[in-house]
Nanobody, 124 residues
């Protein structure tokens, strides 16, 4: 069992930057690929970024490449998502997730554990 807790969300201004974190407990994080998803009001949950268990490969939604950076620190059992040049459309609840399988990084159904989410609100 893995428990994931997101933090670092809040209110930010358009054009600014924000970093959200995901701390894990219960199991060694290095066993899992990690992903970030987000869900805006009235929309379905969408893939944002993922990083493999070693931290050597990263994956991003095509529409979000360039502004988002995912990273991990297995020693600190924490995964980060840096968001630059924030836009109002980045407003969403951001979720981190962990998967042990080797399936697609962008498919939410492949992830085994989820955090409760952290709200990010971007004002214009």
């Amino acid at each position: 069992q893995v428990q994931l807790v997101e933090s670092g969300g809040g209110l930010a201004q358009a054009g600014g930057s924000l970093r959200v974190s995901c701390s894990a407990s219960g199991r060694t994080l290095s066993r899992y690929d990690m992903g970030w998803f987000r869900q805006a009001p009235g929309k379905e949950r969408e893939f944002v970024a993922a990083i493999d268990r070693s931290g050597s490969s990263t994956y991003y939604a095509d529409s979000l490449k360039g502004r988002f950076t995912i990273s991990r620190d297995n020693a600190k059992i924490t995964v980060y998502l840096q968001v630059n040049t924030l836009k109002p459309e980045d407003t969403a609840v951001y979720y981190c997730a962990a998967k042990i399988s080797y399936g697609s990084y962008s498919s939410a159904t492949n992830y085994d554990y989820w955090g409760q989410g952290t709200q990010v609100t971007v004002s214009s």
